[in-house]
């Protein structure tokens, strides 16, 4: 079944989603000439930033979500191209100057082939820009888990594909050295500040919690989200100001091509 995906439940914290790409793209010179490509752009809106960092540069914002693109086409109508295509068997018409993936390449199985073949599609001295969130170790993840192979849950989600895990800094520097110039890989975790009712849920509905509510009915997803609000409810507890402290760590890699 194919995951649908929520532009606007998305963008409900779009500020706080910003904040690896705020600390990403300052950092990214571009030296070459070239296109630019946002792989797993979803709405479009860092897209619009990239663009406006390079305007003189074609920018073609790519991603499998016909709903995020619609939201991005609808959004920036001119000056950026919309691709549809999933990263997995995407390869860009000629070597790229930034090939950059915010968040998106999590859900790409077996990176063990799909960052050396990203490299490849990079112009020599171009970039290949990465974050990636580190979700293994995080609660929210492993409620996910739990639900997921709960006696009430797990026949129901035999058919849901949730987002590869990440491999280690380590695996992705010795990926990268045969193509890379240059290696800059770091990891930042984030404390996000919620508020509302049931922040958690609602900030994991529309990311890591989407291949399992596309193979539930309606009914079926108010039941599962009750429990998962559950589970998060006690991982997560409330400070002593009523909000919630959400944290989130991820992995950056910058890679200059050889």
Known sequence: MTATWYPDLYLRYAAYRARPADDLLPRLTLSVHGDIYDLGCGPGTLTKRIKDKWPARRVTGVDSSPDMLASARKKFPTGIEWQKADISQWTAPKPAALIFANASLHWVPH???????????VTQGGLLAVQ????????YHTCIE????SDKWKARF?????HADPLVASAYYDLLTPFAAHLDIWETH??????GDDPVTEWISSTGLVPFLSVLTDAEKHD???DYSALVAKAYPRQS?????FTMQRLFIIATKN
């Open 146 to 149: 739990a639900l997921a192979s």
């Open 132 to 139: 990636v969130p580190l979700s293994g170790p995080q609660l």
């Open 241 to 245: 100001d009523g909000k919630v402290l």
């Open 190 to 195: 984030y404390h996000h500040v919620l508020e």
């Open 111 to 121: 990176h063990e082939t799909l960052i050396p073949h990203l490299m490849r599609q």
């Open 158 to 162: 035999q058919g849901a594909h949730p």
């Open 224 to 226: 599962y989200l009750a």
